[in-house]
């Protein structure tokens, strides 16, 4: 198949290299099969991570484009085993099919060609987040944020802070941290589905409802067997989470 130049035009403006552009990531058309033709290993662990974070995040539906990043993934630590970018993909692509320990180790692999490498060390905390492991989490954001604390994807890595509240109980600082993540990037969805279940855990019931009427105007297909298909939290922070959103008003 010939290589199609316009996914790879959206890359740029989308991805980590700059900022998360929604609209652009749900317009952006569908690449798969075109990975033999993804010649620098750079290229491929940026797409494969983009495209793992736009359907984790809600702005894309595609499942073929899981497939297509796996196979970017994979193929980039072929290419190059020394590349942290490249085993960064695997651990998204590891954390994002619910592989935690996996996600876990590639992440750490990551860190060790990178010892300075922010958006790793936040990674490990949300694989923790989604594993329930509070205080780890913690550590790993904190840790994240030294190395950049200005980084690019900083709103991300406060949300982390927030779903680390939530798995530990502490809703209202969720909800602040929540908040904060907003403010830094007003479509994070992520970020939009962290203060709905943390208002409604905190039993600020008509608020939680209120920001889920915000989140459904931007994630229209939203719904409790969407959360449990696509989020990877574990078994019992899954429970929560779907507890949470369902005391927001959200239905199945």
């Given at each position: 198949?010939?290589?199609?130049?316009?996914?790879?035009?959206?890359?740029?403006?989308?991805?980590?290299?700059?900022?998360?552009?929604?609209?652009?990531?749900?317009?952006?058309?569908?690449?798969?099969?075109?990975?033999?033709?993804?010649?620098?290993?750079?290229?491929?662990?940026?797409?494969?991570?983009?495209?793992?974070?736009?359907?984790?995040?809600?702005?894309?539906?595609?499942?073929?484009?899981?497939?297509?990043?796996?196979?970017?993934?994979?193929?980039?630590?072929?290419?190059?085993?020394?590349?942290?970018?490249?085993h960064f993909a695997q651990?998204?692509?590891?954390?994002?099919?619910?592989?935690?320990?996996?996600?876990?180790?590639?992440?750490?692999?990551?860190?060790?060609?990178?010892?300075?490498?922010?958006s790793a060390a936040a990674?490990?905390?949300?694989?923790?987040?989604?594993?329930?492991?509070?205080?780890?989490?913690?550590?790993?954001?904190?840790?994240?944020?030294?190395?950049?604390?200005?980084?690019?994807?900083?709103?991300?890595?406060?949300?982390?802070?927030?779903?680390?509240?939530?798995?530990?109980?502490?809703?209202?600082?969720?909800?602040?941290?929540?908040?904060?993540?907003?403010?830094?990037?007003?479509?994070?969805?992520?970020?939009?589905?962290?203060?709905?279940?943390?208002?409604?855990?905190?039993?600020?019931?008509?608020?939680?409802?209120?920001?889920?009427?915000?989140?459904?105007?931007?994630?229209?297909?939203?719904?409790?067997?969407?959360?449990?298909?696509?989020?990877?939290?574990?078994?019992?922070?899954?429970?929560?989470?779907?507890?949470?959103?369902?005391?927001?008003?959200?239905?199945?």
């Amino acid at each position: 198949m010939t290589w199609t130049p316009g996914i790879w035009s959206h890359v740029p403006c989308c991805t980590f290299g700059g900022w998360l552009r929604p609209k652009t990531m749900r317009q952006s058309p569908s690449c798969s099969g075109q990975c033999e033709a993804i010649r620098n290993t750079g290229q491929r662990t940026v797409l494969a991570s983009a495209l793992l974070l736009s359907t984790w995040m809600g702005w894309r539906e595609s499942s073929s484009d899981r497939d297509f990043a796996s196979r970017l993934a994979h193929r980039a630590v072929q290419l190059d085993e020394s590349d942290p970018w490249a085993h960064f993909a695997q651990g998204f692509l590891a954390m994002t099919g619910r592989r935690l320990d996996e996600a876990v180790r590639h992440f750490h692999t990551a860190l060790d060609l990178n010892p300075s490498f922010a958006s790793a060390a936040a990674f490990v905390g949300f694989t923790h987040t989604f594993d329930g492991r509070s205080a780890q989490a913690m550590e790993r954001l904190e840790q994240a944020l030294r190395f950049s604390p200005r980084d690019p994807l900083k709103a991300i890595f406060v949300a982390g802070f927030s779903q680390a509240h939530y798995v530990a109980g502490r809703y209202q600082d969720a909800v602040k941290r929540a908040e904060e993540a907003l403010d830094l990037r007003p479509g994070l969805l992520g970020a939009h589905r962290m203060l709905c279940v943390s208002l409604a855990q905190a039993q600020r019931i008509d608020e939680a409802t209120t920001a889920l009427r915000t989140l459904r105007q931007l994630q229209p297909n939203l719904s409790l067997a969407w959360i449990r298909q696509s989020l990877p939290y574990a078994p019992g922070p899954m429970e929560r989470f779907v507890e949470g959103m369902r005391k927001a008003g959200l239905a199945e």
